[in-house]
Nanobody, 115 residues
């Protein structure tokens, strides 16, 4: 069973920054992809950013130029650096891993952008 533990969420003012971390219980070099999703109240869960085993990245248009996804295989950790945060970035952020054709999710971490 794969376990993912997210951390780094919190309350931040507009224009501020946060870095989310996701630690996996398995070696992440075995993952096909890892990603960050978010879900705001009353909305569907959406992809924010993804990174492949080959370190190719993909971003939602709404976060391009502001967010950066990265991975540290030695620490089995995926990061999401979020800069220039906006109120519309407020959501629960979930880490996801696709490994051997199965998807696994973390419990989520709340990010609130408000003055």
């Amino acid at each position: 069973q794969v376990q993912l533990v997210e951390s780094g969420g919190g309350l931040v003012q507009p224009g501020g920054s946060l870095r989310l971390s996701c630690v996996a219980s398995v070696p992440i070099f075995t993952a096909n992809t890892m990603g960050w999703y978010r879900q705001a109240p009353g909305k569907q869960r959406e992809l924010v950013a993804a990174i492949t085993s080959g370190t190719r990245t993909n971003y939602a248009d709404s976060v391009k130029g502001r967010f950066t996804i990265s991975r540290d295989n030695a620490r089995n950790t995926v990061y999401l650096q979020m800069n220039s945060l906006k109120p519309e970035d407020t959501a629960v952020y979930y880490c996801q891993i696709r490994r051997f054709s199965a998807d696994y999710w973390g419990q989520g971490t709340q990010v609130t952008v408000s003055s």
